[in-house]
């Protein structure tokens, strides 16, 4: 500093109490957690046939929340009878119009208890109640708007096909965004005339439940959604049930692969969203500053929990240093904590386990030889915690370069040309996202004709909507959620009558 | 001495010692996404407090109408000295300023004061007035007593790519100033992209300015978040080429309390807590400094208080 000028004593406290941003909690009273759960079916709530129940816990203290039931295979076969059930009394027959005031209801429904959905959401889950307020509740209603707009236009879907809806469906969801992920899969299911057997992720079940109270609210046939908690294997006895037509699932490649092992020669519909290990290509051309936030909210957004983050950063080697430096400078900025606090940027890990499991890829890659980084950030005593964390010294093959960490960790390699970039984006079994900065135009289109992968961001990354499909190629799953795109896998294709 | 070669980004500035400064690109998309995020940060309490307390040090209170005489001109300086008159913790404000023919009742009004007199000079707002009449200005004003100058960029030279000129005018306006501090005024809203709005800035920068500044506060289209971080952008990277610090100056429709501490979030977070002096960061207004008023006494009383209890100019 050349010019260091004098500063007030008071000025300096002034502007270290204003930065600090005292905490500003979002009221929890908003929600009122039942202290046990039963499964929806048939448009009641029900106790599981066996009677069994796990805890949910809160991640960012390790309390309990609730008793969530355990549904087997005797509540399986119950929800789906109840779901064959509704499509055959009416649901698929309905007019389409009709169809399509159900589900704006619905929508406009999650609009009115929005709060209380992000609040509940950041409880459950742990994510900064920043992102379940302004991303995954108003891109769930935009979900539930968008394919209710859908319900009465079908025939014009498909250019020379005819349309009639497939039956049962079968929706495994995740526990990363668990009510942005139910609307992805009800939403276009419904509005295509089908009827809806829904499994929530075992420790985010809280918020699908409530869903369940906001159908029933929006009086819907009973039966049109079932909710039938639990863990893996119930997933896995709704997955193999045969009175399922489609099986829609998001997830982990090892369990897609065992679903499309069950589902296959059975005749019935499959899709996939599986794991992603991202690619980021920064230039040297690019806008540096742009690029690093581009580069934040591709890993750190919702800890890191995202399918399509853009965990392996690759960056041009003239400018590595200096990105770098500016990352962990950036990095410094995140703050860590109460997913409560409007002011909170990374929240808690969604689980014991997952943070056991990152921390073991974090180790694993130290003792690999890899140079690990994390910023400096306070952690509260109690709950599941991790540092936004970069990885460097890497040669390509160590694990964490090759797994998916779903967690706040970025690994970092170079380049040097736009060949060995590609080549080293596409150096993955996954190809779910990529993203790429630079200012010059043709080479965005030269880079996004041959990243592998289902969805290219230049210039921005993460940015979702309703009208535009969503999946991913090789093993980050096939079909597409969301758009015209989407539809098209609910809907059972024949071709018109000329 | 500007070269324009390769990506929009490659633009070299030199600086009258001859050393080139490095401008680099911004993009939009992503530019306005981080200053919506940053403006939105919730600052409650003691944050909000100490925040309302040091945006009242860093404002320039200011009056540029036609219309203003000495009689207003006095009782904004004694708004200046004292923000609420019920209050006397409230501490004074940076500046006041004024049109140059009114720098001298402005001078008499603070003499004894920590409040500096501010001037806009150089054929305030439009700047279409010759470099000589212009650099006239500046040095009437200062010898009127102005401890501080707000020139307008020449938009004219800029937009039509005559780069050297505009970087001239302003060393040559920052010579004319002596001892008094150097504000530039971009006029952002007249600059049509980020892209214009950093190169302006680097000029600015890179010819001798004490601080850059958005706008004159005659235009709709004023200071604003995006705006604010491609600028405070702008001068983090300067620093970091050049190793000079320059102070930042937001005017034009900033009228709330939420609205300053949103911009206080953008430099906290963008140059880090050292550039919230005033000697490093303005806020260029008027009426914003009733309404910090209000809020503070919210604070203390827990009451709203009504607009027309506080003094006007």
């Not at chain 1, 499509?87 to 169809?99: Q, Y």
């Not at chain 1, 010059?440 to 990354?461: D, E, Y």
């Not at chain 2, 900033?254 to 140059?271: F, H, N, P, W």
Request: aromatic share 6%; with cysteine; proline share 5%.
């Amino acid at each position: 500093m050349t010019t260091a000028r004098s500063q007030t004593g008071t000025g300096e406290n002034l502007a270290e109490t204003f930065s600090e941003y005292v905490p500003s909690v979002e009221a929890r009273d908003i929600v009122s957690i039942k202290p046990r759960y039963g499964l929806l079916i048939g448009g009641e709530e029900r106790e599981p046939l066996q009677g069994g129940a796990f805890a949910t816990i809160e991640p960012s203290s390790g309390d309990h929340l609730a008793e969530i039931s355990e549904g087997t295979q005797a509540d399986v076969d119950e929800a789906v009878a109840a779901a064959r059930g509704a499509f055959e009394a009416g649901w698929r027959d309905l007019a389409p119009r009709v169809r399509a005031k159900y589900i704006f209801r619905l929508a406009r429904l999650i609009q009115d208890r929005a709060r209380e959905l992000a609040v509940l959401e950041s409880i459950d889950g742990g994510k900064p109640i920043r992102e379940s307020r302004d991303i995954d509740i108003p891109l769930s209603a935009a979900h539930f708007f968008y394919h209710a707009g859908w319900a009465d236009k079908l025939e014009y879907a498909v250019p020379g096909m005819r349309t009639a809806p497939l039956g049962v469906m079968g929706q495994i969801i995740p526990w990363n965004f668990p009510v942005l992920m139910a609307a992805w899969k009800m939403a276009p299911a419904l509005a295509c005339g089908n009827t809806v057997v829904l499994k929530p992720a075992e420790t985010t079940s809280l918020t699908a439940l409530l869903l369940g109270e906001i159908v029933q609210e929006a009086d819907l046939p009973p039966g049109v959604l079932n909710i039938v908690t639990g863990a893996g294997e119930t997933g896995a006895a709704l997955a193999a049930h045969p009175g399922v037509d489609k099986v829609a699932f998001t997830g982990s490649t090892a369990v897609g692969k065992k679903i499309a092992r069950q589902v296959a020669g059975t005749g019935r519909r499959l899709t996939l969203e599986l794991g992603g290990k991202g690619a980021h290509v920064v230039f040297d051309d690019a806008a540096l500053d742009q690029a690093i936030e581009g580069i934040v909210d591709a890993i750190f957004f919702n800890q890191g929990h995202v399918c399509c983050a853009g965990s392996r950063l690759l960056v041009q080697e003239g400018i590595a240093d200096h990105l770098l430096g500016r990352l962990k400078q950036r990095m410094e900025l995140l703050r860590v904590g109460d997913p409560l606090d409007k002011n909170t940027d990374v929240g808690a890990i969604n689980s014991h386990a997952q943070l056991q499991r990152i921390t073991e890829f974090v180790e694993g890659a130290e003792s690999e030889g890899c140079a690990i980084h994390q910023s400096g950030a306070p952690l509260p005593e109690r709950g599941f915690w991790f540092r936004p964390t970069l990885v460097t010294g890497l040669g390509g093959s160590e694990r964490i370069a090759r797994e998916e960490v779903f967690g706040p960790v970025l690994t970092v390699q170079t380049f040097r040309t736009e060949a060995e970039a590609v080549a080293k984006a596409n150096a993955t079994r996954y190809g779910l996202s990529a993203g790429v900065w630079t200012e010059k135009g043709s080479r965005i289109l030269w880079m996004t004709q041959r990243l592998k992968a289902g969805v290219v961001w230049a210039n921005t990354f993460n940015q979702f909507d309703a009208a535009s499909p969503f999946g991913g190629v090789r093993e980050s799953g096939f079909g597409r959620e969301g758009g015209r795109q989407g539809l098209e896998e609910y809907l059972q294709l024949e071709p018109a009558a000329k | 001495m500007a070269t324009l070669a390769g990506a929009p980004g490659a633009l070299t500035i030199e600086r009258p010692d001859g050393q080139p400064v490095h401008v680099g690109p911004v993009d939009a998309f992503a530019l306005e996404t981080r200053a919506k995020r940053l403006a939105s940060r919730s600052v409650k309490r003691e944050s909000k407090r100490a925040g309302l307390l040091l945006a009242t040090t860093c404002i320039d209170l200011t009056t540029l109408e036609g219309g203003d005489t000495p009689g207003k001109v006095r009782a904004l300086c004694a708004r200046a000295t004292r923000p609420d008159p019920d209050d006397l913790t409230v501490p004074p404000v940076a500046a006041v300023c004024v049109y140059p023919a009114l720098v001298a009742v402005a001078r008499e009004a603070l003499q004894g004061t920590s409040v500096r007199v501010a001037s806009v000079a150089g054929s305030f707002p439009a700047g279409q007035a010759s470099i000589d009449e212009r650099l006239h200005e500046i040095r009437a004003a200062v010898a009127d007593g102005a401890d501080e100058i707000d020139i307008v960029l020449n938009r004219n030279a800029l937009l039509a790519g005559r780069l050297e000129v505009v970087r001239d005018e302003v060393a040559a306006s920052k010579e004319a100033c002596g001892h008094a501090h150097l504000k530039t005024i971009l006029e952002t809203g007249e600059l049509g992209s980020y892209e214009m709005i950093r190169r302006a800035s680097f000029i600015a920068m890179a010819a001798g300015s004490d601080m850059i500044k958005t706008s004159t506060g005659k235009l709709p289209s004023a200071a604003t978040p995006p705006v604010a971080l491609c600028m405070a952008e702008a001068i983090r990277d300067f620093e970091q080429q050049t190793g000079e610090a320059v102070g930042l100056k937001l005017a034009g429709g900033i009228r709330r309390s939420k609205q300053a501490l949103g911009y206080l979030a953008i430099i906290a977070e963008t140059l880090g807590t050292r550039w919230l002096t005033p000697e490093r960061f303005r806020l260029g207004a008027s009426s914003l400094l009733n309404d910090i008023v209000l809020q503070l006494r919210f604070q203390t009383t827990g009451r709203y208080g009504r607009p027309g209890d506080l003094p006007v100019d």
